[in-house]
Structure formats: structure tokens, C-alpha cells
């Protein structure tokens, strides 16, 4: 499948995600795109990647433009925003209205109007609309789903999780502002990709930041994998890959979290 890139070029590491887990996926290649602000670099990351002269765009209009002048059996099909923030929406917008499918990156809008609109869009357009929730391409988070949803584990009565940040060690051990009372992290030494305190062999060996776990490329194809069922029109399980509606819930969720600050940390209906 014609696969296109609004964002993503020269430093972009969430970009690069894309197109490693798109191929991975074994169902897009990358034809075209406006891969940066600065269209001399889009041609520059283009002519990296292979893409032909005419397949780089200096925006999304004209990318929308171009494409859309071509057969239909030679137009890109879907496209990744994966721009910043603020432009998710917009772009997003613009992409829908004109018969393209979206893989978007998070979040996918900045308010929930926004996200409401996307979601009433892609409801009118029949168009299949992706969201990067990344983590949700895991296999075991994926079995998680499944025991809750099947009520093997019953009711959930507390979620414990891990999301290890080595920045936070010299808070913990340094010499000022130390933090007392921790002696959990005491009991163990944790090493992680991407860390200072690592090898050179280790660190030339990784391809993404510190923070990221190992297997977040296969995690997204699982995700691309699911889109491309969807348009494709093939059976897929519900849950593949995170739709508009999760997007909507999202946004929800953060503008209560958002209100219930403001309000003394106080219940918010969502």
C-alpha cells in the first residue's frame, strides 16, 4: 500500500518509529510526503529514503494536491502525521476531507471539540483513522485486555505499573534534596538502554532514546498491521489498532484530570 509522511524527516525520532514499524508491518511502503518545514530538507530526507523528486512536497496542501492529481491506482492511500501537537488536528482534518486514511500520532487533538469533530469526520467519512497509542501493540498488553474484558480477573481493584526514568536517580541519591525512605531502590542496580552510564558497544547498538523499552517498533507494526487490515477491508480483532473514539476518550480524560486540579483536586464526571 502507498504510504505517505506529513512530519517525520531528519531528526525526527518518532518518524523514524513509523517507518521502521510501517515496514516491519510488511504492508505500506513510504512513496511520498512533506517530510519537513524547511522544503530544501524535505528533498534532502526524500533523496535519503529513496522517494522520487515528485513525491516531496513542501506542505500539506500541496501534498494533498499533488496526490490527488494522480490515477487513483498511483496516489498514496494513507498517511502518518506525525508532526507536532498543535498540528494534529488541522492536518488530520485536511487529510479526511480529501479521502485520505490516517495513522495520527498523540495526542491526537489539543481539546476535545477538536476530538469530537475528527470523530464525527471520520463517522461521515468511512475512512479509517489510526491512533499511535503505542504501548497498546504489545502482545501481553493486548492479553491484559483480553482477561479484563473476558472478567477472568474479576473486578480490578488496583493497577500497578512501571515506567523506569534513570534521570530521577541523582534526586533519589544525590547529595542535595536527597529523597529518604526509599529502600526499595536500595535491594537492585537496573540498567537500561540509552543511559549515559552504559557501554559504547551498548550504546552504539540501540536506536532509540532512553526511557523507550525494547520492542516498541514491533509493537507499532502490530498497530500499522491493524490499520491496514481496516483498509483493506479484511477481518481484523477488535482492538488492533486505537480508532478516533479512543482519541476522543483521551482528551476527555485529560481535560478533567486538567479541571480537577483546578478544583482542588475534586471528582470530575467524565
Sequence with gaps: M??????????????????????????F???????????????????????ANNRCYASIVEFITGELS???NERIEAVAIVTPNFLHFPHAKLLLENGFHVMCEKPM????????????????????????????????????????????LGDIQRVDAQYYQ???????????????????????????PGNAYNTEFADISITMPAGHPEGIYESLANIYSGFAKSIRDESF????????????????????VVKSNKENSSWVDL
Excluded: C
Excluded at 534513570?166 to 537500561?192: A, F
Design 166 to 192: 534513570g534521570w530521577i536517580n541523582s534526586i533519589i541519591h544525590g547529595r542535595e534534596n536527597k529523597i529518604t525512605g526509599v529502600w526499595r531502590l536500595e535491594p537492585t542496580r537496573v540498567y537500561m
Design 237 to 256: 480483532t477488535e482492538g488492533e489498532f486505537p480508532t478516533v473514539n479512543e482519541g476522543v476518550r483521551g482528551m476527555k480524560f485529560v481535560h478533567s
Design 109 to 152: 487533538t489539543m481539546t476535545v471539540e477538536e476530538a469530537e469533530e475528527l470523530q464525527q469526520l471520520v463517522a461521515t467519512t468511512g475512512l479509517t483513522f489510526a491512533l499511535a497509542h503505542t504501548y497498546t501493540g504489545y502482545p501481553m498488553v493486548r492479553e491484559m485486555r483480553e482477561l479484563i474484558k473476558q472478567r477472568i
Design 29 to 51: 511502503e513510504l512513496t511520498g510526503g512533506a517530510f519537513d518545514v524547511d522544503y530544501e530538507k524535505g528533498k534532502e530526507f526524500a533523496r535519503s529514503e529513496g522517494i
Design 70 to 72: 494522480l490515477p487513483a
Design 2 to 27: 502507498k504510504f505517505g509522511m506529513i512530519g517525520g524527516g531528519f531528526g525526527a525520532f518518532i518518524g523514524d518509529a513509523h517507518r521502521r514499524a510501517s515496514r516491519i508491518s510488511n504492508r
